[in-house]
């Protein structure tokens, strides 16, 4: 009975090890909020020719839109978009 749960605890002891290594394999990157997704350009007219969070020119990094005082602004991503919806006069007298 002693040989059994040597044996069995070992085989356990195994799988739970090789589980952990394995586990590494396979973890999800989330980029930060500044990272952009180049793939995902929207073909909309925007009035700024700059992200006006992080600068980058929306003509080729547009993936995301607000609309604020009846005017379409563009994004680089989501996240810029975010910080901008937060405070958007600190962001349009800065363009400017």
Known sequence: MK???????????TAIFSCKENSHQHEVKVADEQSV???K???VKVENA???VCEMPTADHLSDTIQYQGKV???????CKEEFAKNPEQYLAKSH
């Open 37 to 39: 997704d180049v793939t």
């Open 73 to 79: 602004y563009g994004f680089c991503s989501a996240g």
């Open 41 to 43: 350009k929207l073909n």
């Open 3 to 13: 040989t059994i749960t040597m044996i069995t605890a070992a085989i356990l002891a």
């Open 50 to 52: 700059m992200d006006p």
